[in-house]
């Protein structure tokens, strides 16, 4: 057997234990849960950052796990959380499919996520490739996430946890993106949350509640 | 240079200054000012390239050629005529009450902020900063889709973004794939392994079964907000829910800004496949969106859904002549593109101008238009002729074109086209005319309103299909063969 350095032994653990957040996340009902997993999510995401630029001296990784610490650990969760409570929305109604079969296609997921990274594992010359069958499983899961879930906040956490999934595989696969691109990146999301904001204030006065059951008439209207 | 720092300039400032004067009652007036000043930039950037040829600038971050810089001409072009267009009918708007004048700055600011956006996705040479300003777009519009605050237009918002942002979301992992293949070739960590120019130097050596790969994701991404069947669903909600001059500019601009990002992707990962695979890809989703949107036209009862699902037709049709490949069908394509932004972006101010008087955008309470305002009347009747491709309109001229290529290289296809094209003209002729000649118990008009950019759209659109000076040609071939090969 060959030997495995430490330090990317503990990369392995952070890829698996962000997988298994995702697991977390698809069976999490309470929206402040949800929102805190999320947080964690990206703490992981932030300690693989770290290790990998330790690791390779790269010192726009540095950059980059800072940049995910204070948006993606720190401040988005702080905006989410405030959101929840000034909104009072703590719960998801039952999700449209119940948790346990959810859970049975997020395993066949997985399974698939590997199949399709295996080209590009195979050409990975990173350290970390076998990480990105992984990645491929984040992004896939927090798919099925926005589409199983009835709330907006729920589908939100969904598709910020999407673009968690992205990161780790753009990290994996070529130690991430050129720093302009990064920046590109979070600035966009920073402002998709911001913006979602000031659309859930305006969904909530319209119909007094983040049910999306709400918003399904236009179908019926055509 | 200061063309272009004048092009990205004017709408950047724009935004800003709207941002604190879009209430006032100059606001409109200003908002048409700064888009006057990126036209003009537009026109003098556009002189300059076609005399000097392609350029690099901003350290190779930004790349101007003749492919793009006509549709940053168009995209100028059409972003000012909606700005005088906007400039009475926001104010009718206001005066019904349906905004306040909170939401009219906010408007106003997003306005210049969503040019802002298209600009740096035609002009940048970095395909990750495409992406950024392909997802800026989708941000600036999600407020104005939702302006009016109803319910419909809250869900079609809601609707836009998630759609849109899970859309986005696969051409991000497209992109990231392109700079794993990329970077094998140009090197590691290199600033210049996502420069389209430096891919398209080296597309031959690009691994392509990552590339293969990431054209799915990127046309399945960038497809979304082109609105390619069967990821249209965003689009007849977005169009018909906000308001009338944002449905024009999604339609005219958006639409074509998204197929321009496809385009790019397709001309590298063709020249690295060595095969006609994502040229199928494209024929197959164009098709699908044509013939779909076609038979969704007759069940439509809202006039603004009615014209968006004829911009998915028309994308298609677009999106189809690029995949047909060949400098003829490319050109076609572009073509196509031009006409269908003015005609459409005609339509749609017309439509704004009778939907507000009617007060009721569904197409039954809509009678008798050219008893209560000729000129509103005829806007419509020569812009619904116009898109459905009746000569001498510039619209026939290019799916004219398109119909003959894909004769000679896919005679499949021909039945399929022509049935569709059939079932769209009986669609949108049969709801239209009774809206324009039909009998109604309403007062003319006292005033007739200002429609100079409808006939203005029209009068160019008439031009291109009557007669193409040959600059424009000589513009458009160069472009084709950019794209096309020779």
């Not at chain 2, 901003?58 to 549709?71: G, K, T």
């Not at chain 2, 349906?98 to 996705?121: C, D, K, N, V, W």
């Not at chain 2, 911009?311 to 073509?335: C, D």
Request: net charge positive; hydrophobic share 55%.
């Amino acid at each position: 057997m060959t030997h495995i350095p430490f330090n990317q032994q503990l990369l392995n653990a952070c890829a698996a234990l962000l997988l298994l957040l995702s697991f977390a996340m698809l069976s999490q009902r309470r929206i402040v849960s949800l929102v805190s997993l999320y947080a964690v999510q990206g703490a992981v995401l932030a300690v693989a950052t770290l290790l990998l630029a330790w690791r390779t001296g790269e010192g726009n990784l540095y950059l980059s796990a800072f940049l995910t610490i204070s948006l993606k650990v720190a401040f988005l969760p702080w905006l989410l959380h405030r959101l929840i409570r000034r909104l009072q929305v703590y719960w998801d109604t039952e999700p449209l499919l119940n948790i346990s079969g959810t859970m049975l296609i997020g395993i066949v997921i997985v399974v698939f996520a590997f199949g399709l990274a295996q080209p590009i594992t195979q050409l990975a010359s990173t350290s970390m490739r076998n990480a990105i069958g992984i990645a491929v499983a984040v992004v896939l899961l927090a798919f099925l996430m926005m589409i199983t879930r009835r709330k907006a906040m729920s589908q939100v956490v969904g598709f910020l946890s999407m673009e968690n999934g992205l990161f780790f595989g753009a990290m994996s696969a070529t130690y991430g993106m050129p720093m302009i691109i990064e920046l590109g990146v979070a600035l966009d999301i920073l402002v998709a949350v911001l913006v979602l904001g000031v659309f859930f204030f305006q969904i909530r006065e319209q119909f007094d509640s983040l049910d999306l059951h709400h918003l399904e008439r236009l179908s019926e209207r055509q | 240079m200061i063309e272009f720092l004048c092009l990205l300039g004017f709408p950047a400032a724009g935004a800003i200054t709207l941002a604190f004067r879009g209430a006032r009652r100059e606001g409109p007036e200003i908002n048409a000012a700064f888009s006057l000043g990126t036209f003009a930039a537009a026109c003098a950037l556009t002189v300059r390239i076609i005399g000097q040829g392609p350029e690099l600038l901003w350290r190779e971050q930004f790349f101007i050629d003749p492919f793009n810089v006509f549709l940053v001409a168009l995209t100028a072009l059409v972003g000012l005529t909606t700005s005088l267009f906007s400039r009475p009918y926001m104010r009718v708007e206001e005066i019904h009450g349906r905004i306040t004048p909170g939401r009219l700055r906010l408007y106003h600011s997003m306005y210049q902020l969503f040019m802002l956006t298209m600009l740096t996705a035609l002009t940048t040479n970095n395909m990750g900063l495409l992406w950024v300003a392909m997802e800026g777009a989708t941000l600036s519009t999600v407020l104005l889709v939702t302006l009016y605050r109803t319910p419909q237009s809250l869900e079609a918002g809601w609707k836009y973004f998630i759609l849109c942002g899970v859309g986005i979301a696969q051409a991000l992992f497209g992109t990231i794939l392109l700079y794993f293949a990329a970077e094998k070739v140009l090197g590691a960590q290199g600033v210049t392994a996502l420069l389209w120019t430096h891919l398209d130097a080296v597309k031959s050596q690009l691994e392509p079964a990552v590339l293969a790969l990431a054209f799915v994701f990127l046309l399945v991404g960038y497809g979304t907000k082109v609105g390619l069947a069967p990821l249209h669903s965003w689009l007849p909600d977005a169009h018909a829910e906000g308001p009338t001059p944002i449905s024009a500019v999604l339609s005219g601009l958006l639409l074509n800004v998204a197929l321009y990002a496809v385009v790019r992707c397709k001309v590298l990962v063709e020249g690295s496949l060595h095969s006609t695979l994502p040229s199928r890809m494209l024929m197959g989703f164009g098709l699908l969106s044509v013939v779909l949107a076609a038979f969704l036209l007759f069940r439509q009862r809202d006039i603004k859904r009615l014209f968006a699902y004829s911009s998915i037709e028309h994308m298609g049709l677009a999106t189809f002549a690029f995949g047909l490949s060949g400098p003829v069908a490319t050109f076609a394509a572009l073509l196509h593109m031009t006409v269908h932004s003015l005609a459409k972006s005609a339509i749609f101010f017309a439509v704004g101008h009778a939907a507000q008087k009617a007060g009721s955008q569904l197409m039954d309470d809509i009678r008798g238009l050219i008893t209560l305002s000729p000129t509103v009347g005829w806007g419509l009747m020569l812009g619904a002729l116009a898109i459905l491709g009746l000569p001498p309109f510039g619209v026939f001229a290019s799916e004219f074109l398109i119909l003959t290529t894909a004769m000679r290289e896919q005679p499949w296809s021909i039945p399929i086209l022509l049935l569709a094209l059939g079932v769209a003209f009986a669609a949108i002729f049969g709801r239209v005319q009774p809206m324009v000649f039909g009998e109604t118990e309403g007062r003319r008009l006292p005033h007739s309103p200002a429609l100079l950019p409808v006939f203005a759209h029209l009068a160019i659109v008439l031009m291109l299909g009557l007669y193409i000076p040959p600059y424009l040609a000589d513009w458009y071939r160069a472009a084709a063969h950019l794209i096309g090969g020779p």
